[in-house]
């Protein structure tokens, strides 16, 4: 069966400082892979959406980039993190029209 | 442009009453229907999914949910509500015309039971 991995499951950061959260997948090969940020008490946003290794597209301009250097793996990174990054950030996989979530990372910018 | 409406953005219930948490989308083609549930500070976890057939879809933990084409709605129903229920719920939408996966959600429904 197919699992999704995130970690860190939590981080704290403070303001100017880099960010990579890393996502992998097991179980299933060439996933169509997907980050998304959820604010708090709010619904979700897709950040990145990625059909293939090095093949990356992003669904809104902000502070982030997202790379996927291996088939089941995706890596979302800042080089300087903003207060507004805050948020609970998914990492999800699909094959055909059906996408699964991981279990989150929570960031919070200080 | 497709999108989804959840009517509310908060239900309370009492323990074993039933519920109801409505949704409805627009779309000028096909689409597929979904509906997930989110735990405090955990990832969304799929309830249940229309893809075609019958209209009534039963899903995990005692969900069902029924397609309707004319009103556009897939709303989410349980007889009977446990404590455990108390979570947030989403309607999703798939948009079956892009090269990827892309699905639409609904700005979530917060269920709290009430003991």
């Known amino acids: 069966s197919q699992t999704i991995h995130q970690w860190p499951a939590t981080l704290v950061q403070p303001v100017g400082s880099p960010l990579s959260l890393e996502c992998t997948v097991e179980?299933?090969?060439?996933?169509?892979l997907y980050w998304y940020r959820q604010a708090a008490g709010r619904g979700l946003q897709l950040l990145f959406y990625?059909?293939?290794?090095?093949?990356i597209s992003s669904e809104v301009p902000q502070n982030l980039s997202a790379s996927r250097p291996q088939d089941r793996q995706f890596i979302l990174s800042s080089k300087k993190l903003l207060l507004s990054d805050s948020g609970f950030y998914l990492c999800?996989?699909?094959?055909?029209?059906?996408?699964?979530f991981g279990p989150g990372t929570r960031l919070l910018v200080l | 442009a497709q999108s989804v409406t959840q009517l509310d953005s908060q239900v309370p219930v009492f323990e074993e009453a039933p519920v109801e948490l409505r949704c409805n989308y627009s779309?000028?083609?096909?689409?597929?229907l979904f509906w997930y549930v989110q735990y405090p500070n955990q990832g969304l976890q799929l309830l249940l999914k229309?893809?075609?057939?019958?209209?009534l879809v039963k899903g995990i933990n005692g969900f069902e949910a029924e397609f309707n084409k004319s009103q556009t709605s897939f709303h989410l129903r349980k007889p009977s509500v446990h404590i455990s229920d108390t979570a947030e719920y989403f309607c999703?939408?798939?948009?079956?015309?892009?090269?990827?996966?892309?699905?639409?959600f609904g700005p979530g429904t917060s269920l709290s039971v009430i003991p």
């Open positions: 999800a996989w699909s094959s055909q029209e059906t996408q699964y």
């Open positions: 179980g299933t090969s060439n996933p169509n």
């Open positions: 990625s059909v293939g290794i090095g093949q």
């Open positions: 779309s000028s083609v096909s689409v597929y």
């Open positions: 229309y893809l075609s057939g019958s209209t």
């Open positions: 999703a939408v798939s948009d079956l015309r892009t090269s990827y996966d892309k699905v639409i």
